[in-house]
């Protein structure tokens, strides 16, 4: 997967003048993947692309509305393609899991640009989501913290920055945010762990949502997202975690009432 990506990146470096002169006839997303970051929208994504009628961005992150978002929709449009969306696509996809996170930056932004974009939001229970996005930036030499030292604290390495890791996990505020700029009906919330208890339904439900024809699931599905083995975390972290996020569910089951938080 990150040899494949790399690949990507490299292509449409390579291609960019190509890209660039050819943008105006490159479509906008209609569906964007916006998060969560550690909920499973990798393994929804590789499965999407899978699907005949959707056309997808060359590379899965693109970070333009948090990021990139000076370049202009130009230089966004030449991330996407021009045939498959003439061959008959009816969905043109993105998929870049920290917009739900940068919430307050982006859905302003994103709202301006595709108004009538379909918005897939997948949710993890939050202190797993912490543990494993701690236990992947350990695995990429990113993280050198003890993890009582990472999520204990409320504050990231930067002085005075909040924690990413816990933060991360406040998905009412975020998801209120993208509420103010796109109606409920363009909104899909998957909860991760039914969609890796059972996907087929829940891949159904999306490819609905999406507005394309039914497809079974692709062969060899993914694995899930993991951090560090549940044994290896010690108590009071999660403790720490479960405790900090019960307000935050709260608000979140109040927000979304037919959504079954975790207790």
Not at 11 to 17: G, K, N, Q, W
Not at 96 to 113: G, I, W
Not at 214 to 242: K, Y
Request: glycine share 4%; with cysteine.
């Amino acid at each position: 997967m990150a040899r494949s990506k790399r690949i990507r990146k490299r292509l449409h470096r390579t291609f960019y003048p190509y890209y660039r002169a050819t943008a105006a006839l490159r479509p906008l997303p209609n569906s964007v993947i916006i998060g969560g970051m550690k909920c499973g929208t990798t393994t929804l994504n590789a499965w999407l692309r899978s699907h005949p009628e959707v056309a997808f961005s060359a590379i899965k992150e693109i970070h333009f509305f948090d990021q990139n978002y000076e370049k202009g929709p130009d230089w966004y449009r030449s991330f996407f393609p021009i045939w498959e969306r003439l061959l008959g696509a009816k969905c043109v996809l993105e998929a870049t899991p920290a917009y739900l996170f940068r919430a307050s930056v982006v859905a302003e932004r994103m709202h301006r640009l595709v108004p009538e974009a379909r918005l897939i939001v997948m949710l993890r229970d939050p202190v797993k989501r912490a543990i494993s996005h701690y236990g992947h930036r350990v695995r990429n030499g990113e993280e050198d913290r003890s993890i009582e030292e990472a999520l204990l604290s409320d504050y990231g390495r930067a002085v005075g920055s909040d924690n990413s890791y816990k933060t991360r996990g406040l998905y009412a505020d975020q998801i209120q945010t993208f509420r103010k700029f796109y109606v409920d009906h363009q909104i899909m919330v998957i909860k991760s762990e039914d969609f890796f208890a059972k996907p087929e339904p829940i891949y159904a439900a999306v490819l609905n949502f999406l507005g394309v024809s039914q497809r079974p699931l692709p062969e060899g599905r993914s694995p899930r997202n993991v951090g560090q083995r549940q044994a290896e975390i010690p108590v009071e972290v999660t403790e720490h975690l479960s405790q900090y996020y019960q307000a935050p569910n709260q608000r979140l089951a109040e927000l979304l009432p037919s959504f079954s938080v975790w207790p």
